[in-house]
């Protein structure tokens, strides 16, 4: 079966024995598209003949266990809800269900105990996991206390306060390796590791923590790595401690070398964050306020989302700003708009509703049609006054012609829908970027931004939360929190951004900022520049690019951290600018692919002629006939329903076509 998340292949996980050892309980998926499978049960002697208990959609957590007395399965289920709950059915099949637990929270992992009074399991009540009791009679409930830990070498207490340059205390990310090379948190730390790592330069991931400036733990004695990260505006700070006793240090912060305005004209976000995205943490709009407050970040988009049937945040969605914002962080909802088939986009800014059902060209369900399309998906939006970007785009360059295509970035550009790009975002930045310069290229004015796509919850997922974040250029950062995100969202869709990862940019085009237009005339226009590079690693390339090419590399000197950069270019035709930094490479300190940086464009438009390009137009052209060969293929309700989303293709098309026609004169 082809499935979206999960492999074609059946499989058969979380086995149960019954109390005779005749028989197992377990999931499965024979007939699911969608989660890991539902609950069946099967004779040993008979392993192919499958019972059916329960129809439903699972999701790795539902760990059925046979009861004592054999006559009862006890397993998780969200079905419902947004929380995964304690459950129990007959072991006959065809049972009706009933729950053992209520709330919004997680209980998972059941497990009766011998004589079947009591049921342990996991949950994240309290936001962290946490071993729990419930009595079967009375549902007394109980968290499984640990009233001591027993060590198998020496340990110490360390207390470590972080401080800013003022000696004031302040919230950052930690991460403390021991001396056995294994990583420590305090005991009700939320301990979080990176998904991904360089193998040649790393043994295991990184592992890290947020504290609120101070955080006591236990470590084992010996040399103790420790470092303290504070977003892309503070330096790292790396030290070893030699630990042979209870110690108390602190370490201060320091702020990279930028301009004394900076802070106040450039406001940073992530456009691009899920509170709650089905992780075994619990999350909360205060939680996440501490999370961004710890990673220097501005600005919060929780941009929710379905997991499949729940869509965990829903309960918190607003079209105003969440009251656990603070003077320091602002936490906004908004949308994920889910369509995989046409490719995912951000909705920000939202005035009225979330956009229901989240998602189309949904296999095997009532939303199967690929309407609406993200054509018309986007105009819903943009009723609301809401801002559509493209999230996570491209892990390479599309190829229409070796490869299937359905994604409409092309189409919804070309047809004025596309407000910003995730130039940076879950997907590797180089391929992105030259999409979006491609897109550039045609004359179309797409804003760069950077979301991280963090499932804040996971403990092992995209992350940290502010990983990859859009900076905005304001005139004046309002203090009313409304009144700030609608100076923010109006900064990206004029284009003041730059995108990062690590390195933060700058850079004027004959005094004009990035998302200028600058019109001049003449036949060789000669042009001055001048920008800056400061980065918390040290970066490979920094580069001027205009119109997809590569016309001035400066060279980085010293630790590669920084440079400024003036000078003049000469260009013939009109043109955007931009500023670029990137490596070839991963680097431990950022948990990403690789370091990456850009600014906005900044636009010169010669003799009053507009920005074009036969080649990439052509390209796009066949891109755009991939994508309505499949979505004229596809099952629609109604023949009004394919024909709306063929026309819009169509139209994109022609915008294309008239563009090659023009670029060719």
Not at 354 to 382: E, F, K, M, R, W
Not at 400 to 420: N, R
Not at 505 to 515: A, K, M, W
Request: glycine share 6%; aromatic share 10%.
């Amino acid at each position: 079966i082809p499935r979206y998340y999960y492999s074609q292949w059946d499989h058969q996980l979380s086995p149960s024995w019954s109390p005779d050892g005749k028989q197992l309980v377990f999931i499965s998926n024979p007939d699911n598209i969608y989660g890991t499978g539902s609950i069946y049960k099967a004779e040993i002697n008979a392993p192919d003949q499958l019972t059916l208990l329960q129809k439903e959609e699972t999701s790795w957590r539902t760990r059925p266990d046979w009861s004592p007395d054999g006559k009862r399965v006890i397993y998780a289920s969200y079905l419902g809800r947004q929380w995964h709950q304690l459950w129990v059915t007959t072991t006959k099949g065809n049972g009706d269900p009933y729950p053992m637990t209520y709330g919004k929270f997680d209980a998972t992992n059941p497990r009766w105990s011998p004589d079947a009074n009591r049921i342990a399991f996991i949950s994240n009540k309290d936001g962290n996991t946490a071993l729990w009791i419930q009595e079967v009679l009375g549902g007394k409930i109980y968290p499984l206390q640990i009233l001591r830990r027993t060590y198998l070498k020496p340990t110490s207490t360390i207390t470590l306060r972080i401080v800013d340059e003022h000696h004031q205390s302040t919230a950052a990310r930690i991460s403390v390796v021991g001396s056995d090379g294994r990583s420590y948190a305090p005991h009700d730390a939320w301990l979080r590791a990176d998904d991904s790592f360089d193998r040649s330069k790393q043994t295991f991931e990184n592992h890290y923590f947020h504290t609120d400036g101070i955080a006591t733990l236990e470590v084992p004695n010996g040399t103790t790595t420790i470092k303290v990260y504070k977003g892309m505006e503070y330096t790292i700070q790396n030290q070893k401690l030699e630990i042979t006793g209870s110690l108390d240090h602190t370490i201060v912060t320091t702020r990279l070398s930028l301009p004394s305005d900076w802070s106040k004209q450039w406001q940073s976000a992530d456009v691009h964050v899920h509170m709650n995205y089905g992780g075994l943490y619990r999350n909360t709009p205060e939680r996440m306020v501490a999370q961004a407050s710890a990673e220097d970040l501005d600005i919060v988009f929780n941009t929710i989302v379905n997991k499949e049937q729940r869509i965990p945040d829903m309960e918190y969605f607003s079209t105003l700003p969440d009251a656990a914002s603070n003077k320091d962080v602002l936490l906004v909802h908004g949308q994920e708009y889910h369509t995989s088939y046409w490719g995912h986009m951000g909705l920000l800014g939202l005035n009225d509703h979330y956009l229901i059902p989240g998602y189309s060209a949904y296999t095997n369900t009532a939303a199967q049609s690929p309407h609406p399309s993200n054509s018309v998906v986007a105009d819903l939006a943009h009723e609301q006054n809401a801002l559509v970007g493209y999230v996570h785009p491209f892990y390479e360059v599309p190829d229409p012609s070796t490869e299937s295509i359905t994604h409409a970035l092309p189409i919804d550009a070309a047809l004025g829908k596309v407000d910003y790009y995730e130039a940076l975002g879950f997907s590797y930045h180089r391929p992105s970027a030259e999409v979006w310069y491609k897109l550039l290229n045609c004359g179309f004015k797409i804003n760069v931004a950077a979301g991280t796509d963090a499932m804040a919850n996971y403990a092992s997922l995209r992350g940290p939360v502010g990983m990859n974040r859009t900076y905005v250029q304001l005139k004046d950062v309002p203090t009313d929190p409304q009144e700030k995100q609608t100076a923010w969202l109006k900064g990206l869709k004029e284009g003041r951004t730059i995108a990062t990862n690590s390195a933060l940019l700058n850079l004027e085009v004959n005094g004009n900022g990035i998302g200028s237009e600058i019109k001049t005339e003449g036949k060789k226009i000669k042009i001055s520049y001048k920008g800056f590079m400061r980065s918390v690693v040290p970066m490979d390339h920094l580069e001027i690019v205009s119109n997809g090419k590569v016309i001035k590399s400066i060279t980085l000197k010293g630790d590669r951290q920084s440079a400024d950069l003036e000078g003049t270019i000469t260009i013939d035709r009109s043109a955007w600018i931009l500023l670029r930094a990137w490596n070839d490479n991963a680097d431990t300190n950022i948990q990403d692919i690789y370091p990456y940086a850009t600014t906005g464009a900044i636009y010169v438009l010669v003799n009053n002629k507009p920005i074009q390009s036969a080649e990439d137009a052509s390209y796009f052209v066949k891109w755009i006939d991939k994508v309505y060969e499949s979505a004229g293929k596809q099952t629609y309700l109604t023949e009004s329903e394919r024909n709306l989303t063929l026309h819009n293709i169509s139209n994109a098309r022609k915008v294309f076509e008239h563009q090659i026609t023009n670029a060719s004169k």
